[in-house]
């Protein structure tokens, strides 16, 4: 993804390790060696936190990522205070207590009996999209994002799940909701059916469903 925040804060978190941006919530999501440890949303600035952490994002005066008004926020990422954001030492320190954060979160969740380990190169932006891996995502549904341009990994991330789910549904193709659940999954890595409501429904929103 290009935008001009976010290039700003891989320049700033550089020193840490290469962050990369997927598309999601209307913005993009952050990830470190494959950890997704925070996330940029109408311009805010968001990290993953614990019970270690919080504290200081609530004597900063921050909030947790609310992607609907009037419903229940996502208390597990909050707002990085602007003070962090202006400080590019502080930050990385704000930066490695997030991913220290995701990576516990992650290793604490019990393995389904049904998992397969990923390949290694399944975040390879060349993967065709024939080859990666998407539960639930049949030859034809593959097909039909090769026509509207999304060939590889890459371009799924550039484009995003919503908007390849409205391409492939513009060009004449009678998508489920399913693909666009999968699709988000895919660049979250997690299978479709196990996203959260709270993203299903940000989803469903944005694809104007």
Do not use: C
Request: overall charge positive; cysteine-free; proline content about 7%.
């Amino acid at each position: 993804m290009t935008d001009p925040h976010l290039d700003e804060l891989r320049e700033a978190l550089a020193p840490a390790g290469a962050v990369r941006a997927r598309a999601m919530f209307g913005g993009a999501g952050l990830y470190l060696e494959d950890v997704f440890f925070g996330l940029v949303a109408d311009g805010e600035l968001y990290f993953r936190v614990d019970d270690a952490s919080r504290p200081e994002y609530e004597a900063a005066g921050s909030a947790p990522f609310q992607p609907f008004q009037g419903k229940a926020p996502m208390g597990t990422y909050w707002r990085v205070p602007d003070r962090v954001q202006s400080e590019p030492r502080e930050l990385r320190a704000w930066t490695r207590r997030a991913l220290e954060a995701a990576r516990a979160a992650r290793k604490s969740k019990p393995p389904r009996a049904t998992s397969r380990r990923a390949p290694k190169d399944a975040t390879d932006p060349t993967m065709s999209i024939l080859r990666m891996r998407i539960p639930n995502v049949g030859p034809a549904a593959r097909r039909w994002m090769r026509e509207v341009g999304v060939a590889t990994r890459g371009d799924l991330e550039r484009r995003g799940s919503v908007a390849t789910f409205r391409a492939v549904r513009a060009n004449g193709r009678r998508a489920s909701v399913n693909l666009l659940y999968a699709l988000e999954g895919a660049l979250l890595g997690l299978r479709g059916d196990l996203l959260p409501e709270v993203v299903r429904a940000n989803l469903r929103e944005r694809a104007g469903l």
